[in-house]
């Protein structure tokens, strides 16, 4: 039994998986009022993320949907972080699947030549809120944030990243 998390990029075979997953954790875990119908881009994720600087990635372990990660290009060489969930049993430094997820998708905006990372999130995420500050995400005033990011309104919580 392999316990070891791999990457790949989304493909549609994962979409009902990466789907149960955010709605599971969004709705059971945090109590957020959101549905599916409320996020539309799952349902078109290669059109929404896999274009121009965007792309989204899923973490497996064996075969299951464990984690997920995407870019959405906002232009300007920026991108939206978005749509990052990791299953409850695969956080944390055991498997480090929001370490992988984020380097890996850190490293691919590198290639990418983005210069700048941001992301929203919600106030009840405060785990989430050590880990992107732990790697190197500072804090900012949603006035801060480019024009074209799309501000969501769950969203009160916002980060910067400089791609170097």
């Known amino acids: 039994?392999?316990?070891?998390?791999?990457?790949?990029?989304?493909?549609?075979?994962?979409?009902?998986?990466v789907v149960d997953l955010i709605l599971h954790i969004q709705q059971q875990e945090y109590?957020?009022?959101?549905?599916?119908?409320?996020?539309p881009d799952l349902f078109t994720i290669e059109d929404f993320y896999q274009n121009g600087n965007g792309n989204f990635w899923v973490a497996l372990c064996e075969g299951e949907i464990?984690?997920?990660?995407?870019?959405?290009?906002?232009?300007?060489?920026?991108?939206?972080?978005r749509k990052m969930f990791v299953?409850?049993?695969?956080?944390?430094?055991?498997?480090?699947?929001?370490?992988l997820?984020?380097?890996?998708?850190?490293k691919w905006a590198r290639e990418k030549s983005i210069?700048?990372?941001?992301?929203g999130t919600t106030l009840q995420f405060?785990?989430?809120?050590?880990?992107?500050?732990?790697n190197g995400f500072i804090s900012i005033d949603l006035n801060d944030l480019p024009e074209n990011f799309p501000v969501l309104q769950v969203d009160k919580k916002f980060y910067k990243y400089l791609v170097v």
């Open 1 to 17: 039994m392999n316990n070891i998390p791999i990457l790949k990029e989304y493909s549609r075979e994962f979409q009902v998986q």
């Open 31 to 39: 109590n957020i009022q959101i549905t599916k119908e409320d996020q």
């Open 66 to 81: 464990i984690g997920t990660i995407s870019f959405l290009d906002i232009g300007n060489q920026q991108v939206a972080l």
């Open 87 to 99: 299953n409850k049993e695969f956080r944390g430094e055991k498997f480090k699947t929001a370490s």
């Open 101 to 106: 997820l984020l380097n890996n998708a850190i």
């Open 115 to 119: 210069k700048e990372i941001y992301l």
């Open 126 to 134: 405060l785990a989430a809120h050590r880990f992107y500050e732990k």
